[in-house]
Structure formats: C-alpha cells, structure tokens
C-alpha cells in the first residue's frame, strides 16, 4: 500500500504564491499518477490538476494558467505550484495517487490526509 505526506499549505494573501509537496511511500509496484485535489467547507472536492508518469498533464478551468504540476517520477514526489492565489483557491488540499501494488493486481487510489491553504483578501 501507499502512504501520501502533504507538505506545504499555509497563510497567504490574495496574489501570493505557495508551493505544496506531496511524497509517496510504501509498497507497491508503479505509481501511474499523482495529484491534487481541494475541498472547501460545504463543497464537494473537486479536480486542481493531475499528472501521469508520462508527463501528461489535467487542470481545473478554475486554475489553469495559474496552478502548476510538476512530478518526479524517481522520487515519486508530485508538486504543485500555485502563483495568483484567490480567496477562493482557500480549501484544504489532498494528494491523490494512483498506483499498482504489484505485477498481479488492479490500480488502486490512495489520499493523503490534506494540508489547509488560506488566502486572504
């Protein structure tokens, strides 16, 4: 199984920039994508932007152009830079992966335990 560590949330005001991290561990076989999603109170989580093992890459309407994945396959570690922060990008962020446990088995998904992002007005 996997174990995601989020790293990197915090206090910003509106226009500001924050860099979130998130790290893969444990047993499995290959890691096929890693990426981010956001739950704001009284709101369904919803997609920010994904990444594959091939570099191919999904935002959100609502970020693209200033959210940025990034993903190191070796390390798999999965980034996401977020530039122009709105009031409301405030949510907290969860680190998704979905990987193969070994030769013999299906993809499974896996959820980090979030980390809170708040920006300001």
């Known amino acids: 199984q996997v174990q995601l560590v989020e790293s990197g949330g915090g206090l910003v005001q509106a226009g500001g920039s924050l860099r979130l991290s998130c790290a893969a561990s444990g047993r499995y076989f290959s890691i096929k994508l890693m990426g981010w999603y956001r739950q704001a109170p009284g709101k369904e989580r919803e997609l920010v932007a994904t990444m594959t093992s091939g570099n191919s890459t999904n935002y959100s309407d609502s970020v693209k152009g200033r959210f940025t994945i990034s993903r190191d396959n070796a390390k798999n570690t999965v980034f996401l830079r977020m530039n122009n922060l709105k009031p409301e990008d405030t949510a907290v962020y969860y680190c998704?992966?979905?990987?193969?446990?070994?030769?013999?088995?299906?993809?499974?998904?896996?959820w980090g335990q979030g980390t809170q992002v708040t920006v300001s007005s």
């Open positions: 998704t992966c979905v990987s193969q446990e070994s030769r013999w088995s299906y993809d499974d998904v896996y």
